[in-house]
């Protein structure tokens, strides 16, 4: 079945970077376009960063632009995120997220999160 693990959150001063992973299995990872989401206490579920499958073409939200950077390695099955210049405001619970092919159609599928807290 399809697995998403998230790795790397943690806690971090305003203006560090931090690095998050989340590996991939149980479907064909090279033909999904992969995405980071987060969510804060009392908030919705946000788009962090979005890549496709071949990684042509990226996008971010304007509140993350310039400080994340998504990127992707189909031979290990990892997509990852690059979090610099981090704030407060960035503090929440990040989820992986696969637009991958079930068998039968493409679904959306998600990782358990990993926390990210930003805090002096």
């Known amino acids: 079945q399809v697995q ?17 992973s989340c590996a991939a299995s149980g479907f064909t990872f090279s033909y999904s376009a ?19 499958s071949v990684g ?5 939200p304007d509140s993350v632009k310039g400080r994340f950077t998504i990127s992707r ?9 690059q979090m610099n210049s981090l704030k407060p405001e960035d503090t929440a619970v990040y989820y992986c997220n ?9 679904t959306n599928f ?6 990210v ?3 002096s």
């Open 4 to 20: 998403l693990v998230e790795s790397g959150g943690g806690l971090v001063q305003p203006g560090g970077s931090l690095r998050l």
């Open 34 to 52: 992969m995405s980071w989401y987060r969510q804060a206490p009392g908030k919705e579920r946000e788009l962090v960063a979005t890549i496709t």
């Open 56 to 60: 042509r073409d990226i996008n971010y």
């Open 73 to 81: 390695d189909n031979a290990k099955n990892t997509v990852y995120l």
């Open 98 to 106: 696969a637009y991958a092919y079930n068998g039968e159609y493409y």
């Open 110 to 115: 998600w990782g358990q999160g990993t926390q």
């Open 117 to 119: 807290t930003v805090s």
